[in-house]
Structures are given as C-alpha cells and as structure tokens.
C-alpha cells in the first residue's frame, strides 16, 4: 500500500539511485517465445525517456532481473545503463540488492527499488523506498511504500521517477523548461546527430 503523500515524498527526498526488475516493471512481464527460445520483450519509450532524464539529474539508475535474456542487454545500453550497475540471472535479489549498493557506495536506504513478484520481497525489504506497478503481486502490493497507478511496461517506472524528481522538487521546473523548448538541447547534448531519440 502506497504511503501518505508527506511520508512518501520525504522516502523519496532521500533516494539518490533507482534499482529496477525487468519482467513485469520494465516490461508487461509478457515473455514472446519464438521457436528457437525466448525472443522480444516489449519496452516503454515512456518509461525509457523517465529513466535518461533520472540519469540527467543525477540519479543512478541500476538493474536487477532473475532472468537472463539478450534483448535486455541491448535495451540497457540504449538506455545508457552501464554493465557493472547490471545484475541479471540474479538468485538471491535480497543479497544482490545490497551488492548494488555496495558498488554504487550509497546505503540502502538511499536506494528505490521497483520489482513485481515474490523473488523481489527480499529487495523490496531492504530498501529505503521499495515500489511496485499497480499489477504487481498482492504481497509485492502489501509491502511497497509507493504503489504505482500505471502496469509494469507501461509507466510504472516513468512515475517512480516522477515521484523522485518532485520529492527533489524539480520536476515541475524540468517539464515547463521542456514546454517552453530550453531543455531538449541540453539533454540531446553529446547524444549524435539527432540519431539518437534519448528514450
Ligand atoms: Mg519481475
């Protein structure tokens, strides 16, 4: 169940990296099997343009999945998550969570972490601000401070980082500053020729 806005917005104040599951936060936690094994998983662009703009303001974004899958890797590297803040095929996310921390040297405390299902409970236990989609599982639902009201793969993350951004309370300021065209160049900065879409 989500916290009081005040009680929520004073957890996320104190956030400075996001830890993320993949199947079922960053995906729908549909799996497409073709014949050959395990092949597309779909994305948000919404949720990938949330993540770089985090990025911008200085918050660490990570990765820890139970699966293994090459599609991810790619959609990492677009999204400029690098290597060592990945852990996939993760068996025990409650350890592994604090190992993320360990390399980021920040506390727990300091970290929000989105997962879905039950071999996200240790995670979710050890952070600052655990968070989940609004389709998580009842127990994941049960234990996070921050509930969000879009599905996995489909905005779930995208709110976190909003959520952080006002906590901060920037978020305002960068969306006007996009309204108003001062803020894509910035951000496009060092990007290449336009080529690149930045979600
Ligand atoms: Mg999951």
């Known amino acids: 169940m989500s916290l009081p806005e005040e009680k929520l917005l004073a957890r996320a104040k104190k956030v400075k990296a996001v830890v993320l599951d993949v199947d079922g936060v960053l995906t729908d936690a549909g799996l497409v099997y073709g014949p050959r094994g395990e092949a597309l998983k779909v994305f948000s662009a919404r949720d990938g343009f949330a993540v770089k703009l985090a990025q911008s303001e200085g918050i660490r974004v990570a990765i820890l999945s139970g699966r293994l899958a090459a599609p991810v890797k790619a959609r990492l590297a677009d999204l400029g998550i690098p290597s060592g803040l990945v852990i996939q095929g993760s068996r025990d996310k409650g350890a592994d969570i604090g190992k993320i921390a360990g390399r980021l040297g920040i506390s727990l405390d300091e970290i929000a972490y989105m997962g879905d299902d ?3 409970l240790p995670a979710l236990a050890r952070v600052g601000l655990p968070a989940c989609p609004a389709d998580a599982s009842e127990e994941a639902r049960e234990r996070a401070a921050f509930v969000a009201s879009s599905p996995g793969g489909r905005g779930a993350v995208r709110e976190l980082v909003r959520l952080l951004l ?6 305002e300021q960068i969306m006007e500053a996009w309204a108003q065209g001062t803020a894509a160049g910035e951000f496009f900065k060092g990007s290449g020729k336009g080529a690149h879409d930045g979600k």
């Open 118 to 120: 039950t071999p996200d």
């Open 166 to 171: 006002r906590a901060r309370g920037t978020w």
